[in-house]
């Protein structure tokens, strides 16, 4: 019984060990964004999840072609859910997205590469553009705060 407790403690030690690690991680790419957001812009003050949160839930207008037709409101929390420490769901395929928060999710903000990849894509889709150094970061930071999945 002893042995099976020690084990049990040793895996979860590990496992959260792991979760920390990966949540240092994306606290060192959001770091790297502020540091880019400071450098265009000397008066950034530095991350703000309270800012992450409201960009990550920001609804905005895509519009199909002109503006008498504009097309669904969206935001990132449209697929990730209101909180990021859920599974998703892509809202036109229907394709189960894990866990946006790195605490949650250890496979989350691992890679700069996937990271400035995939904001590049979800950025163009859902704001329209690319985001800004100072709104990856914030965005990050918020993602950081999110740590307990909803229960169901």
Excluded at 14 to 43: E, F, L, M, N, R
Excluded at 64 to 71: C, L, Q, S
Excluded at 97 to 106: D, G, M, R
């Amino acid at each position: 019984m002893k042995v099976t407790k020690y084990m049990l403690f040793a895996l979860l030690s590990v496992s959260s060990v792991s979760a920390y690690a990966d949540a240092i991680t994306a606290q060192k790419i959001a770091d790297k964004y502020a540091a880019t957001a400071k450098a265009v812009d000397p008066s950034y003050v530095g991350l703000s999840a309270e800012e992450g949160k409201t960009f990550f839930n920001r609804e905005v207008i895509q519009f199909k072609g002109d503006v008498n037709n504009p097309g669904k409101a969206i935001a990132c929390a449209s697929c990730h859910t209101s909180n990021p420490a859920d599974p998703g769901k892509h809202i036109v395929t229907g394709k189960a997205i894990k866990p946006l928060s790195p605490v949650v999710n250890s496979k989350r903000f691992s890679s700069v590469k996937d990271v400035e990849k995939k904001f590049t894509k979800h950025c163009n889709e859902v704001v329209g553009s690319d985001c800004t150094p100072q709104e990856k970061g914030n965005y990050i930071a918020y993602l950081l705060t999110e740590k307990t999945p909803s229960k169901k």
